[in-house]
């Protein structure tokens, strides 16, 4: 059977930068079909940074090509980088990738860029801006934040506090997918919360100052094809 080909006008698509996983162990870049296949089905053009080495020169060459950039899920950020020795329960952490995404999520900020940041993306984005994690939630959470179910499916509830949020959404609660044991201790200065699970948890933060600048701890890019939600929250991220 041949494979049917996709046709795409890449011309007329909005570049959206994407910051994905690296595989130090294995030198192997990733990013899951479910990021590129959003963006796609919602007419933008994803392009992978070559997460292989820091340069703040290449990072400021792809923001500065891109519309938007979004950071994806991943492994554990390192203490270091907001001032705390590392506890029992704290999981695997990639250093090189911590010290690129830093490095870039500040200067997507600097140059005035979209930002969608997922799952480890939000805690990225905390950290660049001097806020600080729980390292591990389980010993602090009354609810379960790791799910055993599919992706696509929500698990727990959130609470819609924050201005922007309540614009994209229209609800004061909605369901979201969970996989994460890391989250937001104290939240960066000139940051608002805009979502929070029903035990405290934060789950999203912006940043006022600029059109969209957003995290979030969930994996919206499971969910968008089927939840009207979480698409939302991607088309709002795209809108120039």
Known sequence: ??????????????????????????????????????????????????????????????????????????????????????????????????????????????????????????????????GTLIQDIERKSSISHYQNLDGRYGYHSVEIVGGLFTSIFGYRKILVNSFHHQAIDEVAPEFEIEAESMDGIVEAISKKDRSFFVGVQWHPELMAKDDEFQKRLFERFLKG
């Open 1 to 130: 059977m041949e494979i049917e080909e996709l046709k795409i006008n890449w011309a007329s698509l909005m570049n959206v930068l994407i910051f994905g996983g690296f595989d130090a162990d294995n030198r192997k870049l990733y990013v899951m079909n479910e990021y590129i296949e959003v963006l796609l089905m919602l007419n933008a053009k994803p392009i992978i940074f070559p997460i292989s080495f820091l340069s703040t020169e290449l990072i400021k060459e792809y923001i500065q090509m891109c519309d938007c950039v979004l950071f994806c899920g991943g492994e554990d950020v390192h203490p270091k980088f907001y001032g705390r020795e590392p506890q029992v329960g704290i999981r695997k952490i990639n250093l090189l990738r911590d010290r690129i995404e830093l490095e870039a999520m500040r200067i997507s900020y600097e140059m005035n860029r979209r930002v969608l940041a997922i799952c480890r993306g939000v805690q990225v984005m905390n950290v660049a801006f001097g």
